[in-house]
């Protein structure tokens, strides 16, 4: 896989105004890993489809592409093991729009949502900016997993009666995969106090090792209510190309849905540069998203066996999916600011904290693994080093008292 250094065009994560307007610091030597996007170039077969269409000099209003839909079936057969018709789809700009449709067209002003966090902060902020109420439950860290804690959210579903259920799935951050158990539990729990299940599966093709993902459409005959956000963004790093999708069983829901879409004049097919760019990594995309899961592996244990060596205050909480891996920094004993302060000021590390999860419960800082195996070195280096300095400055501090 060729790595490309021209990024800083108009990659937001490595583009220095973005760098000094979040962080104030000077950009060089920055490493950004706050967004989950991945610095791996797609394949030349992938871009060759995107760059035929562009060589076509028509873009007027677009249709949806047989093509384009014959392969978003197959796809989701394939990796999902769903049977799904094309009436079961409606379009969006990103899995987010698409969360923000369903909220809008299913629930009204007021209405309480429940949220399990740390979640992906946008989806709370949907929530809230769409003048409903966010209901959270905290998900819970048991042997340095992150689990739900259903005791907590039935006990809040009796007291607030909330009318949709946001879940991401698998969980950004953690990785959590969630169990076909605990799956079954959150949709007993929907069906039982009649609420909507909303969940947002964008990291669902992004499994590691052995870890399979089940998507909550595997769910649909035991119960209806349940809508499924997602694209394949993460799959093959294509969010700039503005592309998503929902997936609705229920036909009235489905005119609801469609109602709002067309109060916003919104197409109902995707644009002709993601349908291109999704028909070349639905036929083209398997052995890149197998290489590139594999690199994520290979950060990833890097990130386990050097912190385990040279930090082990540094715990990895071990992702089952999605290229992010958090780190639980509590038994370091440095707080949640001196640790940012350290990251960001001292090494230019650039991750993202509890806090950018709606999280004010745990001590974690959230990496990238979708970088450059060196880049990840130079990465932990400078992670273990500052933080082995801190502790050795502290422990000094504390023997002069
Ligand atoms: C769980 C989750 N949902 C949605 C998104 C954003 O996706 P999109 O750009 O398609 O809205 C992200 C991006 O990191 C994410 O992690």
């Given amino acids: 896989m060729h790595f490309h250094s021209c990024r800083k065009i108009d990659q937001k994560r490595w583009n220095y105004h973005e760098i000094i307007t979040k962080y104030n610091i000077s950009p060089e ?22 760059v035929k269409r562009a060589k076509y000099p028509y873009y ?3 249709i949806l592409r047989k093509d384009f839909a014959e392969n978003l079936l197959l796809w989701h057969q394939k990796t999902k093991d769903v049977e799904l018709s094309l009436s079961n789809f409606f379009f969006t700009p990103s899995t987010v729009f698409t969360v923000a449709t369903i909220i809008e067209a299913l629930t009204t002003f007021k209405d309480k ?7 992906y902060e946008p989806l709370f902020h949907t929530i809230e900016v769409l003048d409903r109420k966010p209901v959270v439950v905290p998900l819970i860290v048991e042997q340095n997993q992150i689990t739900f804690d259903f005791v907590a959210l039935r006990a809040k579903i009796k007291a607030e009666k909330p009318r949709a259920f946001v879940v991401c799935s698998p969980l950004n951050p953690g990785g959590r995969i969630w169990t076909k158990e605990e799956m079954s539990e959150i949709v007993k729990i929907c069906k039982e106090n009649s609420i909507i299940l909303i969940a947002d599966e964008i990291h669902g093709d992004i499994t590691l090792y052995q870890n399979q993902f089940i998507s909550f459409l595997k769910f649909w005959e035991e119960y209806d209510n349940i809508i499924v956000a997602s694209s394949i963004n993460k799959t093959f790093n294509l969010a700039g190309i503005h592309n998503g999708w929902g997936i609705v069983k229920n036909p009235v829901d489905q005119a609801k849905i469609a109602t709002i879409l067309d109060q916003r004049h919104i197409s109902s097919s995707p644009n002709i540069f993601a349908q291109a760019a999704c028909i070349s990594c639905f036929k083209y995309g398997e052995k890149y998203l197998q ?6 592996q290979q950060n990833l244990e890097y990130i386990i066996n050097t912190f385990k060596e040279q930090c082990p205050e540094l715990v990895p909480i071990i992702p089952q999916g999605t290229f992010l891996c958090c780190i639980n920094f509590e038994k370091t004993g ?3 600011l001196e640790m940012m302060d350290l990251l960001i000021k001292d090494i230019k590390v650039l991750p993202q904290f509890a806090e950018d999860f709606v999280d004010s419960c745990h001590c974690f800082f959230r990496l990238n693994l979708a970088i450059k195996p060196k880049v990840m070195v130079e990465v932990c280096q400078r992670i273990i080093k500052i933080v082995n300095e801190f502790k050795k400055t502290e422990g000094e501090i504390i023997n002069e008292k």
């Fill in 29 to 50: 030597d920055a490493i950004g890993l706050w967004i989950a996007d991945s610095d791996l170039p797609l394949p030349r077969k992938i871009v060759r489809g995107i």
């Fill in 60 to 62: 007027g209003y677009q």
């Fill in 334 to 336: 440095i707080s949640h």
């Fill in 291 to 296: 290489t590139s899961k594999k690199i994520y």
């Fill in 113 to 119: 949502i429940l949220i399990c966090t740390p979640i």
